[in-house]
């Protein structure tokens, strides 16, 4: 989450043909906030367990899991899935074609971009069981999964752009 | 004349490719050691004894059975083996191998084995020293492509997602990975139990190698009928014979009274 704005915000979805590296994806995202104009993101994929969860190997260890940082800007929010999806939330439409350039420039493959409506607007009983009945800011829902922790899987990134 | 089994109908070369699988006349691609696929089933140590559940058949003083006077019994069988299995996820972006025909080949082709269709993941079952031996024969064979194919006793998640970047199916134990050689390298074995060395499963092959080797109807590559042109408007006898199935199948439901 970055801004607020006067203009009407704009949703779109990004959809790889292929599953982003934990790299790939940070250079996405990189560029996608570099390009400016955004006011919330969400990155969507399967699960990577940090052990595995079931059979005579329950409990062991996945290191190839651990320790996965995807970086923007001032933040940094440890990666449990695979990049398969971003959703996006920018400040106005003007927004949509530096995203696009921000894809080409980064992935080696084709991609879809659509715009929809993405994020729910309204508290839902999964947001009323998390958050209360009073939601301090709006913008937060859609972002964290039912099960997710707030404090681990959401980051408040700054306006700065890394500039 | 001699009985001549027609397995799968149709011209495509999802047919063709089919069929082959069904009769298990496969084209062998790769050579995987004994040692390397019992690590990777990981049930038993390579070069361990068998442990065993019953005495040998032989030692065992078996009853009168006309039966039992027919069949031979299988390797494991007669050496009173476990019952041990192999699994195996295949992606649906033109795996060479599907479970519905992983299952055709181990109940046509393989003795004493018990295959478990199901949507993302295949299972065989049988005594250890056959299963071992039908699981070298899926490993080595055109029914398996090791980056879209994938020995997976648990944890399957993967056959219906996209595919990484670097063309392998999906693992959320990372089992297997594309080694800087270009070849698919299993780091654990089908539990996620990691390995002490990893082992080579040979290379992946190129999508239009998969293409031409699957046995996967897709509407990107070859679609259930067949090509259709404008010289060729008439379904595959795939679909056909489909169509015939389901067509009796319900008339012989049908009960009105």
């Known amino acids: 989450m970055v801004t607020k704005s006067d203009t009407e915000p704009v949703q779109i979805e990004i959809f790889p043909r292929k599953f982003l590296k934990p790299a790939t994806a940070e250079c996405l995202l990189g560029e996608i906030y570099r390009a400016g104009g955004l006011v919330r993101i969400m990155v969507q994929g399967p699960n990577l367990p940090k052990a595995v969860p079931y059979g005579p190997g329950k409990g062991l260890p996945v290191e190839e899991n651990r320790d996965l940082l995807l970086k923007l800007g001032d933040q940094a929010l440890e990666l449990r899935v695979k990049v398969g999806r971003i959703w996006l939330e920018l400040e106005s439409e003007e927004y949509i074609e530096g995203v696009k350039a921000a894809c080409e420039r980064t992935l080696p493959f084709p991609f879809d971009i659509k715009r929809k409506r993405l994020f729910h607007t309204k508290p839902t009983v999964s947001d009323y069981a998390k958050y209360g009945s009073k939601v301090e800011d709006e913008r937060i829902l859609g972002l964290v999964d039912p099960k997710g922790k707030k404090e681990r899987d959401l980051a408040m990134l700054s306006d700065s752009r890394g500039d | 004349m001699a009985y001549k089994p027609q397995y799968y109908p149709g011209n495509t070369s999802i047919g063709a490719n089919r069929r082959k699988h069904m009769s298990g006349d496969l084209e062998k691609l790769r050579d995987i050691s004994d040692a390397d696929i019992v690590a990777i089933m990981g049930h038993r140590a390579p070069g361990a004894d068998y442990p065993s559940t019953h005495p040998p058949l032989a030692e065992m003083g078996e009853p009168d059975c006309p039966v039992r006077q027919l069949v031979t019994p299988t390797p494991g069988a007669a050496a009173g083996d476990r019952i ?24 046509i082709n393989c003795r004493g084995c018990d295959p478990g269709t199901l949507s993302g993941r295949q299972i065989i079952e049988a005594r250890e020293r056959d299963i071992e031996e039908y699981t070298k024969v899926q490993m080595d064979s055109e029914m398996t492509d090791p980056a879209l194919a994938t020995m997976r006793g648990c944890t399957v998640h993967g056959h219906s997602l996209r595919l990484d970047e670097d063309g392998m199916m999906f693992d959320m134990l990372a089992r297997t990975e594309l080694g800087s050689d270009g070849n698919v390298y299993y780091a654990k074995d089908q539990v996620g139990i990691p390995l002490d060395k990893k082992i080579n499963a040979g290379k992946p092959m190129s999508e239009a190698e998969t293409a031409k080797r699957t046995t996967i109807f897709r509407c990107d590559n070859i679609s259930f009928g067949g090509p259709c042109t404008a010289e060729s408007r008439s379904f595959d006898e795939g679909l056909v014979a489909l169509h015939h199935m389901w067509e009796r199948r319900s008339k012989w439901g049908f009960r009105p009274e």
Do not use: E, K, V
């Not at chain 2, 996820?89 to 080949?105: C, G, K, L």
């Open chain 2, 84 to 107: 041990r299995y192999s699994q195996f996820t295949d992606s649906m972006y033109n795996a060479p191998a599907i479970p519905y025909w992983r299952s055709y080949w181990g109940a």
